[in-house]
């Protein structure tokens, strides 16, 4: 099977692989827990079994609400934040061309915006300025059916769809992904005859990518939602078991063992800026599930090559207390040769002839080196190219493995707490009400 790989040698450099060995048991226990739901936060392991889960009729249910969707609108905007939103958003950007925001909207491929991921006045503003005279539907989504951000997007897109089409017409163009009985949400799904879709209770925000909730968008942008699950689906099988040839595992024991040996931020590096959103994905995966008991491993990310001169100094230089997590992507989909010139005076005939990729891969191969002898250890992801069954895989390895992670941290990796706080002090400053008692208290703080 043509499949993602994981070269850990770079870091096992630093630590030994001895270290990494060590944690063999460790991590086959904290796998055992995350299989068979024996450690905390065992109410939120939907996503572990999910890609076997999904039958054919729910995948055929998603495509065909993204078919008419793809058939009535030029724009269909995803509302959601955090776990509702970086999924689709990543593997969006990963697939579509890096211009198709550019690109006039072709009959039955409508373009896939976002909103409520942001409180930006202007963001929302000019949003609904570009909204004004087009053909729009809305995938509003929120679990809790209760987050700000999202709902005074919805609002406000809601109200001008209706505007803008009539109530009835609207209605057949909003799509709510929500949990199954709770939430503000399905209330109005329910009042207004919404298509619906349910997040299961037992599936995390940050862990929804290959339910409704990533699929749903992710198929309107003209994506193969089958191929992205059959991706996850063999990465679910090829990391059921312990043993040397589960990456997840691997790839968790390997950041504990550098963790453990201060090594405390990992760069998640890309050279593709395709990836970029996939790099946010799995900082808010990773950054979520184990930032808790004053534990955890920062996950930051970084877009190769333009961040090395940005960034290339802090890595290459800076406090030696950070690794590098690579996501080499093999080839490119198309083909671009540096042409010669006669007079050469940019001095680039060296390399004329060359694919440019060819010199994006040296560029990371010199990084990885230079990193790797500026005390920097590094881990290689090869993914074979930019496809919906790679993503697939590459979403539930990192899935797995944080999972694995979170238990060798010894943190539930499948709460946020830490959340609540600044929507405890917003609702406080806002005057939310039933929140009098923190406004006064917030209040004689200012
Ligand atoms: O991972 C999570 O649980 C969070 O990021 C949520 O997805 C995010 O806060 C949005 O929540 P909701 O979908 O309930 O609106």
């Known amino acids: 099977m043509n499949s993602i790989k994981l070269n850990i040698d770079h870091a096992a450099s630093f630590t030994g692989r001895e270290k990494i060995a060590a944690l063999d048991n460790e991590a086959a226990s904290a796998l055992d827990k995350v299989l068979n739901g024996t450690g905390a936060g065992n109410d939120f392991l939907g996503w572990v079994t999910l890609p076997t889960d999904i039958d054919a009729a729910h995948l055929a249910d998603i495509q065909a609400t993204a078919d008419t969707l ?157 191929a992205l699950v059959e991706g996850a689906r063999e990465m679910q099988a090829a990391t059921a078991t312990a043993g040397e040839d589960n990456l997840s595992l691997l790839y968790a024991e390997t950041r504990n ?53 940005s960034m290339g100094q802090w890595i290459q230089d800076g406090e030696r207390t950070i690794f590098e997590t690579v996501i080499s992507v093999e080839k490119p989909h198309h083909s671009v040769i540096i042409p010669d010139d006669k007079a050469n005076l940019d001095g680039l005939n060296y390399i004329a002839g060359q694919h440019v990729d060819h010199v994006n891969k040296m560029a990371e191969l010199g990084t990885r080196i230079a990193h790797v002898d500026g005390g ?14 790679y993503l697939g895989q590459l979403i539930y390895f990192f899935e797995k493995a944080c999972g694995i992670s979170g238990y060798l941290l010894d943190v ?20 939310k009400p039933g929140y009098e008692k923190e406004t006064e208290a917030i209040k004689a703080r200012l």
């Open 376 to 389: 920097v250890p590094n881990m290689q992801i090869t993914v074979p190219a930019l496809e919906e069954r």
């Open 70 to 226: 793809r058939s009535s609108c030029d724009y269909v905007v995803a509302i959601g934040i955090g776990g509702s939103y970086l999924g689709a958003k990543a593997v969006i950007e990963a697939l579509q061309d890096s211009f198709a925001a550019y690109k006039p909207v072709s009959k039955g491929s409508p373009k896939v915006l976002f909103a409520g991921q942001n409180i930006g006045e202007d963001y929302l503003a000019e949003l609904q300025a570009f909204l004004a005279d087009k053909s729009f539907g809305i995938i509003v989504i929120s679990k809790s059916g209760t987050t700000t951000e999202p709902a005074i997007a919805f609002r406000l897109l809601k109200d001008q769809l209706e505007k803008q089409i009539g109530k009835a017409e609207a209605s057949k163009r909003i799509v709510a992904i929500t949990d199954a009985h709770k939430g503000a949400l399905r209330q109005l799904a329910t009042e207004e005859g919404y298509k619906t879709f349910v997040i299961a209770d037992n599936v995390g925000g940050r862990f929804s990518v290959l339910t409704p909730v990533g699929l749903l968008p992710i198929a309107v942008a003209g994506h193969d939602i089958k």
């Open 257 to 309: 063992a550098l963790y453990r040996a201060g090594k405390k931020i990992e760069i998640l590096v890309n050279y593709n800026p395709k990836l970029h959103f996939f790099g946010e994905w799995w900082k808010q995966l990773y950054g979520e599930s184990e930032g808790k008991d004053h534990k955890g491993i920062f996950p930051a990310a970084v877009d190769n090559s333009t961040d090395l001169h």
């Open 412 to 431: 539930n990796p499948f709460n946020q707490p830490g959340v609540e706080a600044y929507k405890k002090n917003m609702f406080a400053l806002l005057a």
